[in-house]
């Protein structure tokens, strides 16, 4: 299994992969693959992960900024994530997850900020802030990694893409 950044070769697979983890998820309203590739389109795509097995795609994780009402940079989105369903639960999204946070590290960045099952993003550092707020869904949900500096406070803006 290698992770590396997309080419533009890999753009058809990652909307495979990305519309078959998202078809049967209950949270899911079928937008993925749009958001991806408006998030390329705009150019709001920081970092675009795939992960190969062998000669196709099986994972996928994209990272775009956010900005926060408090003025801070830095900040970024973690999503979506997807692994081909009949390849989840074996630590593909883990290791997606460990590198997509590695890089941003290595690019920089503040934090990253999600939405996703708190109890299955913990592993990875990711907690939910009262401080920290994005309106919709239930708010610990919405959750947090600072990687250097402080956590900000405020409302939370996703790219574009994100409607």
């Not at 994530?81 to 290791?95: E, M």
């Amino acid at each position: 299994m290698a992770i590396r950044p997309e080419e533009p070769r890999d753009h058809a697979a990652i909307g495979v992969v990305t519309q078959a983890a998202f078809a049967d998820a209950p949270h899911s309203d079928g937008s993925e693959v749009r958001i991806i590739e408006r998030l390329r389109a705009d150019g709001d795509l920081a970092l675009s992960l795939v992960a190969e097995d062998c000669d196709r795609i099986v994972g996928h994780v994209a990272i775009s900024p956010v900005e926060i009402s408090d003025g801070s940079v830095g900040w970024y989105g973690l999503g979506p994530i997807a692994v081909l369903p009949s390849l989840q639960r074996q630590k593909i999204g883990s290791r997606l997850m460990q590198r997509a946070i590695a890089d941003m590290r290595m690019q920089g960045a503040r934090g990253l900020v999600l939405l996703g099952d708190p109890v299955y993003y913990a592993r990875f550092g990711f907690e939910h802030d009262p401080a920290l707020r994005y309106p919709g869904p239930p708010p610990e949900y919405f959750q947090r990694l600072v990687v250097a500096g402080d956590a900000p406070s405020g409302d939370v803006r996703y790219a574009r893409a994100f409607g």
